[in-house]
């Protein structure tokens, strides 16, 4: 004859008749694994307090993206990106080509993210735009501890040059 235990509905066991006494074994063992089970917490990488699985924590999201924006050679510009819930490490990318995700950009003596970390504030600051600035630029998070990256949609960022006087002769 078969007998079936199961436990909570997570797991069956179809064991044979046996003995009395390998039953009460069998029940000893039994009731001390849920005894046990619910007073002895079980300590693994996803419930200790310094990590928490992706579907516990919020999604990384922009509150601000970069928007189209037009400069003249030799002024300042800021192109905004604002991220909250930020995880992951952030770049901004010029026509694709990634920049960098410090704040100083080294590479781009001109470029620096300005803004506070606390506010999730990245905005791209240009000291000094020049004709070569004229190009798509995107604000990214890469994915990080299980959270998926986000992409800002793409800016574009259109330079005027200075109008020269035109003299006749």
């Not at 009395?20 to 001390?32: D, E, V």
């Not at 694994?33 to 619910?38: A, C, I, P, Q």
């Not at 990245?122 to 998926?148: K, N, P, R, Y």
């Amino acid at each position: 004859m078969w007998w079936t235990i199961s436990h909570r509905g997570w797991f069956s066991w179809k064991v044979q008749k046996l003995p009395r006494l390998t039953y009460r074994l069998l029940a000893i063992l039994f009731i001390s694994s849920v005894f046990l089970e619910g007073c002895v917490p079980k300590v693994t990488a996803q419930n200790t307090p310094t990590s928490r699985s992706a579907s516990d924590r919020p999604p990384q999201y922009f509150a601000i993206e970069p928007a189209d924006r037009t400069a003249i050679v030799g002024k300042p510009a800021v192109l905004p990106c604002r991220v909250l819930n930020k995880i992951g490490t952030l770049q901004w990318t010029r026509d694709g080509f990634g920049l960098g995700s410090d704040r100083e950009l080294r590479g781009f003596p001109r470029y620096t993210m300005v803004g506070s970390d606390d506010e999730g504030d990245f905005s791209l600051h240009i000291s000094s735009v020049t004709l070569e600035d004229d190009a798509m630029f995107q604000c990214q998070v890469v994915a990080a501890d299980g959270v998926a990256g986000i992409r800002s949609r793409n800016a574009a960022f259109t330079v005027y040059g200075k109008l020269l006087p035109f003299l006749s002769a």
